[in-house]
């Protein structure tokens, strides 16, 4: 996964998107997938912001384990049928080395979430695939656990990997749900040649703050944003805290174009 080895950037490639740091791509929707009207109507507003991902979960890693944990199959589903109806690519997370062929008959990429970035055996079982994984940093890894943690997929046979920044734990998380390590983008992209986007909903973890840290994450040279949606945010099935309104996902994308224009 080296530079060393790979002078040249990767460009991850799905049917509607080409991710690589020459564009920005846009990934959105809810963080749990919560009713098939529901997420047709995210998928709009996604559309809509020029997203050319549909996320979210169908398996939930949640903190508590009496918290919802998604609509497992159901949800895969209607991620599928809501993509299709936009033409839309879908990201999801698999959770269970079990459950890899499952979700894989679903999503165009898989997400490997940052509970689950040192499930080695999971992490094997994607490198087997042909699909595209986005791998998020653990919440307390550093840049060379995530480095390892891609080696596993890339050792398997599959390249196609995109890194994601999406906050670590620092002394300081009253604030902030995770501290977004904006530094960590352009080490990444010196050191490997994968495409390197952030989250800024999972580091920021209240919506006022998403914008700014999208932005910045831009402006630090991330391939590409991640972000959840929600139209009524107190009503969320999960992190609805964190979740931008539709006109708000809008301003988002403008804004991060423009930047994205003068790099
Ligand atoms: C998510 O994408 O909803 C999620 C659970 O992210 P993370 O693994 O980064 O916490
Ligand atoms: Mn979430």
Do not use: W
């Amino acid at each position: 996964s080296s530079r060393v080895f790979h002078p040249d950037d990767i460009v991850v490639k799905t049917p509607h998107s080409q991710i690589d740091h020459q564009s920005l791509t846009l990934m959105a929707g809810p963080c749990s997938v919560e009713s098939r009207d529901h997420l047709l109507k995210m998928a709009e507003v996604a559309k809509q912001a020029g997203a050319t991902v549909l996320r979210g979960g169908a398996f939930k890693p949640r903190t508590s384990p009496y918290s919802f944990q998604g609509l497992g199959e159901e949800g895969l589903k209607y991620l599928r049928k809501a993509a299709d109806a936009f033409d839309l690519d879908v990201v999801t997370e698999v959770m269970d080395e079990g459950h890899v062929d499952l979700v894989g008959r679903y999503t165009d990429i898989f997400q490997i979430g940052a509970r689950n970035m040192q499930n080695f055996s999971l992490l094997k079982a994607v490198g087997k695939t042909k699909l595209p994984v986005m791998l998020k940093r653990g919440m307390s890894a550093s840049i060379d656990d995530l480095l390892n943690a891609a080696e596993y997929i890339a050792a398997g046979g599959n390249q196609q990997i995109i890194l994601v920044e999406r906050g670590i734990r620092t002394f300081d998380n009253k604030y902030n749900r995770n501290t977004l390590d904006v530094g960590a983008v352009p080490v990444l992209r010196e050191l490997t040649p994968y495409p390197v986007m952030v989250d800024p909903s999972h580091a920021a973890g209240y919506h006022d703050l998403v914008i700014p840290e999208a932005l910045a994450g831009v402006a630090a040279g991330a391939a590409g944003l991640i972000v959840e949606i929600h139209d009524n945010p107190s009503q969320a099935f999960s992190d609805g805290p964190q979740a931008l309104l539709p006109e708000d996902l809008l301003v988002m994308a403008d804004k991060a174009r423009k930047i994205k224009a003068v790099l």
